[in-house]
């Protein structure tokens, strides 16, 4: 995969998180061609560049955490 395909597929999963569209990390996984773990390192890079994504047990989904 080259730099600006994952790029887009980065900003897709925040957009997914936004939109509260975040089905599971193998629904994604399977939409992109790839595994979960993949997706799970995606998401730590997205931590990394200063997204504040988090994810919440009980309701079992991915969110990004608002700034006050």
């Known amino acids: 995969m080259d730099y600006r395909s994952y ?3 980065l900003a897709y999963i925040i957009e ?3 939109k509260n ?9 399977k939409s992109f061609g790839c595994s979960s773990r993949t ?7 997205l931590r990394e560049s200063g997204h504040e994504i988090q994810y919440d047990r009980l309701e079992k989904k991915y969110f990004i955490k608002k700034s006050e």
């Open 16 to 18: 997914l998180i936004e």
């Open 39 to 45: 997706i799970k390192r995606m998401i730590a890079h």
């Open 21 to 29: 569209r975040f089905r599971s990390l193998e629904a994604v996984a």
């Open 7 to 9: 790029e887009k597929r």
